[in-house]
């Protein structure tokens, strides 16, 4: 499963069991402090709240500088919803203030609690969704292209790293993040890009696409939703990665920017 329902919202299942993890984190770093001691309660969350702010701040810095030239505007290197991090930045930053909080004797006990609990709760997540991902595989639906000709997914794939985007032309986000997907088809000759517009007729998306002045190579009609179904993905836009053997290997709901692709392709390709 790549997204959760929350009534009629939908929510990227990765980012979610981080935000749970941190939650029960700071819940149990708060128990660990001397009960009644309201004051060390609170000098322990605000301790934890800067460790975690530090890795995301240097995780993010180290990301946009690596990938400045795929920005347009200094508004795009602040806008977070892309998800674009250095972990390995994000994870160094994380250590060293840590250890710098851990100087503080009366609070080693309520941090490391709090740590810990969000370390142990993270892997056996990431494992989880590791292991479900390992049974989602590119499927051999049959799909209609906007000449009226049908065919499969590793038809297109022809065991090269595949992504597939799963969009409509009434999602603001999709139409904004389709020139992204065109450069990157561009740039990326050894990726195969499939544009699997979700429920729409033919003629909508073709006059899309040529309102927008897009052109991509496979661009595929999901009449039935079937791919979102099978993926577990509900909600627009969602973005798969799949390798060579037809393996999912990662998944983005939401917005891309040229940066975040870019990462994922060299990350998992």
């Not at 009629?8 to 299942?13: C, E, G, I, K, N």
């Amino acid at each position: 499963m790549i997204t959760v329902n929350i009534g009629s919202l939908a929510l990227p299942v990765s980012p979610l069991l981080v935000l749970i993890s941190v939650i029960i984190g700071f819940t149990v770093s708060s128990l660990a402090a001397k009960k009644g001691d309201t004051e060390k309660k609170e000098k322990a969350s605000n301790a934890l709240m800067l460790i975690l702010l530090a890795g995301l701040v240097i995780g993010r810095l180290v990301f946009v500088l690596r990938f400045a030239d795929s920005y347009d505007s200094v508004w795009q290197m602040f806008d977070i919803r892309d998800r674009g991090i250095d972990y390995t930045a994000a994870l160094f930053s994380f250590v060293v203030v840590l250890f710098l909080q851990l100087r503080q004797r009366h609070l080693r006990k309520a941090l490391l609690s709090g740590v810990l609990t969000m370390a142990g709760l993270y892997v056996v997540f990431s494992l989880v969704i590791s292991a479900g991902r390992e049974q989602l595989v590119l499927p051999h639906s049959s799909f209609m292209q906007l000449d009226g000709q049908t065919v499969t997914l590793p038809e297109i794939s022809q065991q090269q790293p595949t992504v597939v985007n799963l969009w409509a032309t009434w999602c603001p986000p999709c139409r904004r993040e389709m020139p992204v997907l065109q450069q990157a088809e561009q740039r990326h000759n050894d990726v195969k890009f499939i544009l699997l517009n979700q429920q729409e007729p033919s003629h909508t998306v073709e006059h899309f696409l040529q309102q927008k002045g897009l052109s991509f190579k496979h661009v595929l009609l999901d009449s039935k939703g079937d791919m979102a179904t099978s993926m577990g993905a509900f909600g627009l836009p969602v973005t798969l990665y799949f390798d060579a053997n037809g393996q999912l290997v990662h998944s983005h709901m939401g917005e891309l920017s040229a940066a975040s692709l870019q990462q994922s392709i060299e990350q998992y390709f």
